[in-house]
């Protein structure tokens, strides 16, 4: 089970934080986005060894985390920090997890547990 919180609406260059309490069997855990009229894409992810990839749109800007042992059974949270945001980072934001190592190019079309998402709205 995944339950999101944290998105919101703010100005361009601002920050938010977003949440993702996380149960089960995680081994992939990441946020993708969609916007309107836009595929899904990844935004970012990490692994039990702390190994993250980045979407080279937010490299240097948003940074994923969570705060679990590495055993992948247990509770945890996962974090997005979203800095310096600009008003294409606007989408609606999912959290993911997934029994296996899955890379983020996938899009998310292989992770089979989603958050209901929240909303990041970025004025200009």
């Known amino acids: 089970q995944l339950v999101e919180s944290g998105g919101g609406s703010v100005q361009a260059g601002g920050s938010l934080t977003l949440s993702c309490a996380a149960s089960?069997?995680?081994?992939?855990m990441g946020w993708f986005r969609q916007a309107p009229g836009r595929e899904r894409e990844g935004v970012a992810i990490?692994?039990?060894?702390?190994?993250?990839?980045?979407?080279?749109?937010v490299k240097g800007r948003f940074t994923i985390s969570k705060n679990s042992t590495g055993n992948t059974s247990y509770p945890k949270t996962l974090y997005l920090q979203m800095n310096n945001l600009k008003p294409e980072d606007t989408a609606m934001y999912y959290c993911a997890a997934e029994p296996r190592r899955r890379p983020l190019s996938s899009g998310g079309s292989d992770f089979r547990f989603w958050g209901q998402g929240t909303q990041v709205t970025v004025s200009s």
């Open positions: 089960g069997n995680t081994v992939s």
């Open positions: 990490i692994y039990p060894d702390r190994q993250t990839t980045y979407a080279d749109s």
